[in-house]
């Protein structure tokens, strides 16, 4: 009885071994190639493991290791935007599983630095390529002196249009925002089936941006004294705008279909609004939606201004690399970070088949991007003609470190306000309330 | 596990008594051999079961006990999160407002599946136990996919309603509007899980033993009070536990509205119940700390709800 009892705890034991083994294997292949998307081409070599979501990175990767004997990217696409904070979050509270490198939006950077999730890079030759990147990108990836990614891509904002819808509803181009008004009514008298734009209140970023257009700073915070913030999302200029917006949609000039759904992807594409307000990587994005109208003839023109005469430029989105405090090697993720979309090839590669906005000036500056020609927009050189001019004027902005409650709240404010249950500038006042109680409760100190 | 809990409970036999003592010494040594035994059979179970709830259960409610913020770090704090919690309007209005899908969702899906099950009952043709099926099918089809679809289903563009409410003439209302999502949900909720039901209150009806039914008959009951006076009074246990089923899953409401947020975020907010604010608290904003004690708050009224229900019907479901 007893030998046997003892044979069966053995046999567990060994069962248990060989499960474990199995575990202990699997993780130990984990850290080299096996979960890399991409090939590592030098076996000898340290890895960088990097989280991004970019279209055609694996061409990126691929033309970096290529060239590199000292180092190596792995690579893994985490999903994108939220979906990868939401993995990457989790990982800084339990202090494992977050990569070397990762792709964050600017607005989401003060949200980790604050954990301490994120490498100021300036120890790691950061400044040495501040003169590479636009003035506006780098302020957004710094912090006081800090700074804490790489800027990769930006979002300059600019308005994608119908041109045949425009010329058989008898519209011209507007130039500012009263013309804008106009236009949708003119659009509406036409007797058109759609709207001449949609006003999403999930629209988070894009709302910040139209915003900003009218001077609203919303957060003044500097990672030097990380308690401390200044919250003034309720400034007149915010609620003059809202207050626009709002009126377009009592009026029936304007949706307020939610953003990034399917149903707004089609409405985007099939005519259904006839403008897209939207950022340098919008292009990319309508390129890349299904069911689109075959005769659609888009043209890009300059977002539209409050005052003509003082125009203001905005930004919507936007990408950068930053390095994790867990990276294993922090020199080298640093490495990583700044080289791999420092070179003309990758941005070739990012500009024509990731429709991406460089914020890298070689790129930005040279004839090839300056004169490219999109045949989407008929052979129009929407950089020369509008985005680069938008991305010039761009100064930077500066995010809070709840952004991501920020834009929920503000999602909501919005949403009672096109129900007709507020009008704009109580919506605003009352974010502005919500944000000071919460940063109060998360123990900052709030200056308005 | 239905069909056990359905079946009627052996009366306890007094010819079987419990074999006569053995002398002490010779029991421990039985019993400890024979545990040594039971707890090498249990072992796989139990090392699954402490590693995957015991413990996360335990560090939850070690998580639930610390204060942190953002800007000042982690603090020990007691239960100074559960007095915040009670006192949040946010969760508080979540819990509302699952009670009040509690009170609409399930004596919806109850009804639906006991009409089902009784119909069900009385026919033994093909064509009902096609009719079985088909009702099962949505419980068989993963929740996130068929919110998923009824999100297709509901949307404006793409679902049938414009269609549908266009032949006569009509505008087809906005299912995904602040109005009508809560419609919608329990739409979604009751076109799920009331075949599950169906099929639990199905199996206790064939645990009826057709003589009474018989017996009814010759008594002059008609098939109506047959099913009313006669079926439904003898599968009452049956019914309570999935009253309990459907209880506690409400309570727990996170799927449906989580993959329909997608499609409505303006009529869903993040807080829209207990569970999903817990879920918005953890990973979107970090708060992890009172994310736990939120979840374990709402696991407290869970089971004060359910405890108070299950005695409250102890009658009826024969736990007395």
């Known amino acids: ?448 | 596990m239905a069909l056990t809990e359905a079946a009627p409970k052996p009366a306890p036999n007094p010819a079987v008594a419990r074999p006569a003592r053995r002398p002490r010494t010779q029991i421990d040594r039985m019993d400890r051999k024979r545990q040594r035994w039971g707890w090498l059979f249990v072992a796989p179970f139990a090392i699954v079961f402490v590693t995957f709830l015991v413990a996360p259960l335990g560090y939850a409610f070690w998580m639930s006990m610390q204060t942190s913020t953002l800007a000042t770090g982690t603090s020990f704090t007691w239960f100074a999160n559960y007095g915040k919690a009670f006192t949040d309007p946010i969760f508080l209005e979540g819990l509302g407002r699952v009670a009040s899908f509690a009170l609409i969702m399930i004596p919806a899906q109850m009804l639906v599946a006991l009409v089902a099950a009784l119909v069900l009952d009385n026919l033994s043709t093909a064509l009902s136990k096609f009719s079985r099926l088909m009702i099962f099918v949505p419980y068989a089809i993963p929740v996130v996919i068929g919110a998923l679809m009824w999100g297709f289903l509901y949307s404006p563009r793409f679902g049938p309603a414009t269609d549908i409410f266009g032949l006569v003439g009509l505008t087809a209302p906005d299912f995904l509007s602040q109005g009508t999502i809560f419609a919608s949900l329990v739409n979604i909720v009751t076109w799920q899980w009331a075949g599950y039901y169906m099929i639990i209150i199905y199996a206790a009806l064939r645990g009826i033993d057709p003589a009474i039914y018989e017996a009814a008959r010759l008594d002059g009951a008609n098939g109506r009070q047959i099913a009313l006076r006669v079926k439904v009074p003898m599968i009452s246990s049956s019914m309570v536990m999935v009253l309990i089923f459907a209880l506690i899953g409400t309570l727990q409401f996170f799927t449906e509205p989580q993959v329909l947020r997608a499609v409505a975020q303006g009529a869903i907010p993040v807080s829209y119940t207990p569970n999903m604010y817990a879920y918005s608290l953890a990973f979107s904003y970090s708060q992890f700390n009172y994310a736990s004690a939120i979840s374990f708050a709402l696991g407290i009224v869970v089971f004060a709800g359910s405890y108070l229900f299950l005695f409250l019907t102890r009658k009826q479901s024969g736990l007395k």
């Not at chain 1, 991004?52 to 893994?76: G, I, K, M, R």
């Not at chain 1, 709302?207 to 200044?230: E, K, R, W």
């Open chain 1, 1 to 448: 009885m007893k030998t046997k009892f003892l044979a069966s705890v053995g046999v567990i034991a060994v069962a248990a071994a060989a499960l474990t083994g199995c575990a202990a294997s699997a993780e130990t292949s984990n850290s080299t190639e096996a979960s890399c998307t991409n090939k590592i081409v030098n076996a000898n070599a340290p890895q960088v493991s990097v989280w991004a979501w970019y279209p055609a990175f694996e061409e990126v990767v691929d033309l970096f290791n290529n060239s590199h004997d000292d180092v190596q990217v792995c690579w893994t696409n985490a999903g994108q935007g939220n979906d990868e904070y939401t993995k990457f979050s989790t990982s800084i509270e339990s202090k494992s599983g977050a990569p070397d490198v990762i792709q964050l939006e600017s607005e989401v950077l003060s949200s980790f630095s604050i954990r301490n999730a994120l490498v100021d890079l300036t120890e790691f030759g950061a400044n040495d390529v501040k003169d590479k990147y636009t003035e506006g990108s780098w302020k957004d990836a710094s912090s006081g002196d800090a700074v804490y990614a790489i800027p990769v891509d930006g979002g300059p904002m600019g308005m994608l249009y119908r041109k045949d819808l425009f010329e058989a509803a008898g519209i011209a181009v507007p130039t500012t925002w009263a013309e804008f008004e106009t236009a949708a009514a003119a659009l509406k008298t036409s007797g058109s089936d759609g709207v001449l734009v949609n006003f999403p209140t999930n629209g988070r970023a894009f709302n910040q941006a139209l915003f900003a257009q009218a001077g609203s700073v919303p957060f003044v915070y500097d990672s030097t004294s990380p308690t401390d913030i200044g919250i003034d999302v309720n400034d007149q200029g915010a609620k003059d705008v809202l207050d626009y917006w709002n009126s377009l949609v009592q009026d029936g000039l304007v949706t307020t279909d939610d953003a990034f759904t399917a149903d707004y992807n089609t409405s985007l594409v099939d005519g259904t609004y006839a403008v897209y307000l939207a950022a340098a990587w919008g292009p990319g994005y309508l390129q890349g939606l299904s069911d689109a109208d075959e005769n659609a003839v888009w043209a890009v023109a300059p977002l539209p201004q409050w005052d003509a005469a003082n125009p203001v430029q905005v930004n919507w989105g936007g990408s950068t690399f930053a390095v994790t405090s867990q990276a294993t090697d922090k020199a080298l993720a640093a490495q990583v970070a700044i080289e791999i979309f420092g070179t003309d090839e990758a941005w070739k590669v990012g500009v024509e088949k990731g429709a991406l906005f460089p914020s890298y000036t070689p790129m930005l500056d040279s004839d090839y991007f300056v004169n490219l020609e999109y045949p989407f927009f008929g052979g129009q050189q929407i950089n020369k003609e509008v985005f680069l001019n938008a991305a010039a004027g761009y100064t930077g902005a500066t995010f809070s470190p709840f952004q991501n409650y920020a834009y929920d709240q503000l999602t909501e404010e919005l949403y009672s306000m096109v129900q007709g249950e507020q009008d704009g500038s109580q919506a605003l006042d009352d974010l502005q309330a919500s944000l000071e109680t919460y940063a109060t409760e998360q123990g900052f100190t709030v200056a308005k």
